[in-house]
Nanobody
Framework: QVQLVESGGGLVQAGGSLRLSCAAS????????LGWFRQGPGKEREFVAA????????YYADSVKGRFTISRDNAKNTVWLQMNSLEPEDTAVYYC????????????WGQGTQVTVSS
């Protein structure tokens, strides 16, 4: 079993920054991708950013490009999401997710961390 634990959420004013972290533990044998998703009030869950574990390639939703940065530490099985220039529209529960194999769906999810951006 794999556990993903997110931290770093909170309340911030528009224009501010937050840094989320996600630590993976347990029976981790293979990681293809670690990603971040979010679900805002009354909205469906959406992709935010992802990083490939081997090559470090990064992927972003258009809505966060230039504002958010995803990074990883393979040795610590940890991924971070640096969020700058936050907007009220970024308010959501942010989830970390792990995908073991390319092309498959995400296999494991964290419990989520709340990010609230006030205007």
């Amino acid at each position: 079993q794999v556990q993903l634990v997110e931290s770093g959420g909170g309340l911030v004013q528009a224009g501010g920054s937050l840094r989320l972290s996600c630590a993976a533990s347990g029976s981790i044998f293979v990681i293809d991708t670690l990603g971040w998703f979010r679900q805002g009030p009354g909205k469906e869950r959406e992709f935010v950013a992802a990083v490939s574990w081997g090559g470090g390639n990064t992927y972003y939703a258009d809505s966060v490009k230039g504002r958010f940065t995803i990074s990883r530490d393979n040795a610590k099985n940890t991924v971070w999401l640096q969020m700058n220039s936050l907007e009220p529209e970024d308010t959501a529960v942010y989830y970390c997710a792990l995908r073991r194999r390319v092309g498959s769906s995400y296999d494991y999810w964290g419990q989520g961390t709340q990010v609230t951006v006030s205007s």
